[in-house]
Antibody, heavy 118, light 108 residues
Framework: QVQLQQWGAGLLKPSETLSLTCGVVGESFGSYYWSWIRQSPGKGLEWIGEINHSGSTSSNPSLKSRVTISVDTSKSQFSLKLTSVTAADTAVYFC????????????WGQGALVTVSS | EIVLTQSPGTLSLTPGERATLSCRASQTLGGNYLAWYQQKSGQAPRLLIYRASTRASGIPDRFSGSGSGTDFTLTISGLEPEDFAVYFCQQSVNSPFTFGGGTKVEIK
């Protein structure tokens, strides 16, 4: 059974950097793409970006200039950094597995609420 | 980017009834790269259907997906109490992957 466990800071001030990590247990990490997705009341579900085991990334143009997604295959982990956060970045952030490089997501982390407030 | 419009916003039904949810794309989804998810309060979305009509692993056969091009449908044939939730569609034919705004299926 695949499990994704995510962690990171939940309260940030404007202009700070959001940092989250997702650890994967129970599956061949190198066989898949891994994504970050966020959900807010105002914007709904928003795909942030993805990475594979070799570090190849793709991200949403709306966030691309502020997003860095990295991978540590030795630990079966991948991470998200989002710079210069504002209140608009307040959301629940999920990590997820791309089922078959087809862009749909069959396993998800538990979600992490990140609040940006001064 | 591709915009997905879901309708209706809310569906009020009783257990045992049939639910029909719609998702319309702003452009043709080649290969029918359209997925459906169920989300309950406080939980992550759960993949139900991918490639428009293929049920994900472990999904009951009362859930079915259909459609092609720009118009897609999720049907729940005989609502069970655990099916009352919010449902999202999502496309992956073009990056950025995008989601619809959701349909809430509530108990009438």
């Amino acid at each position: 059974q695949v499990q994704l466990q995510q962690w990171g800071a939940g309260l940030l001030k404007p202009s700070e950097t959001l940092s989250l990590t997702c650890g994967v247990v129970g599956e061949s990490f190198g066989s898949y793409y891994w994504s970050w997705i966020r959900q807010s009341p105002g914007k709904g579900l928003e795909w942030i970006g993805e990475i594979n085991h070799s570090g190849s990334t793709s991200s949403n143009p709306s966030l691309k200039s502020r997003v860095t997604i990295s991978v540590d295959t030795s630990k079966s982990q991948f991470s998200l950094k989002l710079t210069s956060v504002t209140a608009a970045d307040t959301a629940v952030y999920f990590c997820a597995r791309d089922r078959a490089a087809a862009g749909d997501f069959d396993y998800w982390g538990q979600g992490a609420l990140v609040t940006v407030s001064s | 980017e591709i915009v997905l419009t879901q309708s209706p916003g809310t569906l009020s039904l009783t257990p045992g009834e049939r639910a029909t949810l719609s998702c319309r794309a702003s452009q043709t989804l080649g290969g029918n790269y359209l997925a459906w998810y169920q989300q309950k309060s406080g939980q992550a979305p759960r993949l139900l259907i991918y490639r428009a009509s293929t049920r994900a692993s472990g999904i009951p056969d009362r859930f079915s997906g259909s459609g092609s091009g720009t118009d897609f449908t999720l049907t729940i044939s005989g609502l069970e109490p655990e099916d009352f939730a919010v449902y999202f569609c999502q496309q992956s034919v073009n990056s950025p992957f995008t989601f619809g705004g959701g349909t809430k299926v509530e108990i009438k």
